[in-house]
């Protein structure tokens, strides 16, 4: 997928349309809201909008410019730079995460499938929050329908990296995404008119620093990395989108402003719906499909926006699975000489089994709903561990790879295409990547650890 294959679309366009259709996601409407709600609101969006300008918006530069000077997978990227020794590993890792995270990312997207139909077939009319969650259960519970639908879509995305076609979908996204920004708007007109809708705008906006603790910043932080696709390759694989002559880091930024614009609208939407509604936003990864069934059931035209809008979510979703999944194919692709077909068979199949466990934690088999000791479900461990330690990680050793091997001199000749071009920040960003970010990815990381122990 060079850029000269984009024909002609500009390519800095094409850069930012592939890699916000990556990046805006479940991980913008279904994991924000969720993990906000987790933490107490308001200081979690806090420190989720500090860690992206940061951290995020750094690191994303430099992970984009490793993936436009080599073009290749993570391991090959990281390879073409450091032949030898145990870097390689961090690539390694970046293919694990992605396959891991796409193992229950691919199971909400078939919860938003399966309210594609329910509310087609108008299951969802005239809903209340209190039925809403009598249908969430039971369908989450029904493990059969999960796995045929966890099977399904990862099937899609099989089909569709397969095929190396996330060039069309990418031009697909380009006509919806609109679409869903729209629902978004008339979504959120909705919402901010509810009577009682102040008490979600101020657990949304009014920061509570009583309630700081690591847990929060570190959840943050993760959220940050998440929404960006950050911290497991998928930048790397996306920077060769990107022409030498384009301006590497304001096409960077335009994905950053993009993504976090729609995070934010969606807590937006989410918490005044819900605390009006007198729902509770510390409940968990379900919230949005309790709250915004009973939403559209309150939008005149909420017969049609509802499957509208989950169908724009699947598709989104499906956006981002493809590059969760073209990690890894890739990987199969350059180091193992697999054919495309067959990488993305087999990741795929690895991703499906892996998956199940998450099916079963909403099913009757206790272990699974609650694991021993750790007193959370394994959808829950597989979240945290994914989402927020091993992209954490992974951003970390991904800053000090291109600031201390790489060396960040070597990156900016990369930015700015030998001088030809301007990066007005450049000391900022080398300062970033080579001390800031690390130091606080550590700190934090140390932190948790430390009170995981003590
Ligand atoms: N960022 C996507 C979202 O918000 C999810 C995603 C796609 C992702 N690729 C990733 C997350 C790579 C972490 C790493 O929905």
Redesign the pocket.
């Known amino acids: 997928m060079t850029s000269s294959s984009r024909g002609n679309w500009g390519s800095k366009f094409g850069f930012i349309l592939a890699a916000s259709g ?7 409407i279904w ?1 924000f809201p969720y993990a906000a709600g987790e933490n107490g609101g308001a200081l979690f969006v806090l420190i989720y909008l500090v860690s992206i300008l940061l951290i995020g918006l750094p690191i994303l530069i430099a992970e984009t410019a490793l993936g436009r000077f080599s073009g290749k997978n993570p391991v090959g990227a990281i390879k073409a730079i450091k032949p030898k020794g145990p870097w390689k590993l961090l690539g390694y890792l970046g293919v694990l ?2 396959i891991m ?1 796409l193992s229950y ?1 691919a199971m909400i997207a078939g919860w938003t499938v399966g309210y594609f139909f329910k509310a087609v077939t108008g299951k969802l009319k005239n809903i209340t929050s209190a039925n809403a969650e009598n249908l969430y259960n039971s369908f989450t519970g029904d493990t059969l329908l999960q796995i045929a639908l966890l099977t399904f879509f990862l099937l899609i995305t099989i089909y569709v990296v397969s095929r190396g076609v996330s060039n069309g979908i990418e031009r697909f996204a380009k006509v919806l995404m609109p679409g869903l920004l729209i629902i978004l708007v008339i979504l959120l007109v909705r919402s901010l008119t509810l009577p009682g809708a102040e008490k979600g705008l101020e657990f949304y906006l009014k920061p509570d620093f009583t309630k700081l603790n690591i847990k929060v910043i570190i959840s943050a932080m993760g959220q940050a ?8 390759g ?1 930048m790397i694989t996306y920077g060769s989108y990107l022409r030498k002559k384009e301006h590497l880091p304001s096409a960077t930024a335009w994905v950053v402003l993009f ?1 976090t614009s729609i995070a934010i609208m969606a807590g937006l939407i989410i918490f005044p719906a819900l605390l009006s509604q007198g729902m509770d936003p510390a409940a968990g990864e379900g919230i949005m499909f309790n709250v915004l069934p009973v939403l559209f059931a309150k939008i005149p035209g909420g017969m049609i926006f509802g499957p509208l809008f989950f169908l724009l979510l699947c598709i ?2 499906l956006t ?2 493809v ?2 999944l073209e ?1 890894a194919t890739s990987y199969g692709i350059d180091e193992k000489k697999w054919s495309r077909k067959k990488s993305a068979l087999i990741m795929g199949a690895v991703t499906l089994l892996v998956g199940i466990p998450s099916v079963l934690s909403y099913s009757e088999v206790a272990f699974f709903k609650k694991l021993p000791l750790l007193g959370i479900s394994f959808f829950a461990l597989m979240d945290k561990m994914w ?1 927020e330690l091993s ?1 954490s990680i992974g951003a970390l050793f991904l800053a000090i790879f291109v600031g201390y091997v790489w060396k960040t001199s070597n990156a900016l000749k990369e930015i700015t295409w030998e001088g030809a071009q301007k990066f007005r920040f450049a000391a900022i960003w080398s300062i970033s990547v080579m001390f800031l970010g690390p130091i606080l990815i550590i700190a934090i990381l140390g932190m948790f650890v430390y009170n995981l122990f003590f």
Do not use: H, P
């Open positions: 990556s990046a805006v996601g479940l991980g913008n994991r995460t992605g995270i990312y990395f998440f929404s960006l696709s950050l911290g497991m998928c993504d989104a979703a981002s699975t590059s969760l990690v989402s992209l």
